[in-house]
């Protein structure tokens, strides 16, 4: 299990570190550091004896020791990958964005929802699929916008005619042979997220 080590680090370091241009870090070893800990990096101005507020966090990718390479004893070396907390957000926006349906552009819709219907009734295999089995799926959705236009629910009608849209997008793909993680109206397989 991986340990966050919070750690002061000088205003100059901080930004070579925070901006990639040090991928590395050398510290005395007192924290028994190991691949995949993170250190949460406080920048610390020594002259004024104060943190500054700005913080970045980063994964250790390799700890090299005074075995190796003739350092310092006590001393070590630190690889460092991008910050966890800015890949973590960037994923979460992704996340996001993939899963927040667009109702007023109809073709952005449209390619966002079909890329949320592929990840989320994913597929190793096409075997299966039948063009009846699109068919239903595209009766099925369309079937869905037209009960919520008549029941009066504009966003949910708006919505599920971008989802019929996108069904017929990811048809399209199947068709032309590409990405065809979408296994509709086939049950789904061990492993894979259940609609």
Known sequence: MSVVHEIK???????????????FEVRFNDRHFAVDDVLHLREFDPVANSYSGRECRRRISCVLTEERFGIQSGACVLGLDQGVAELEAEV?????LLNAPELVD???GVVREAAHQRERWPSEQDAGKQPS????LIGYLAGKALAAALAGDR??????????????ANWHAALLGADTRMRPGIATRAGERAA
């Open 9 to 23: 680090i000088w205003p100059a370091y901080f930004d070579d570190v925070e901006s990639g241009r040090k991928p």
């Open 92 to 96: 979460a926006r992704l996340v996001d």
């Open 106 to 108: 109809f073709a952005s």
């Open 133 to 136: 089995d699109w068919f239903c």
């Open 155 to 168: 966003a949910k009608a708006l919505h599920h005619c971008i989802s019929t849209a996108a069904g017929l």
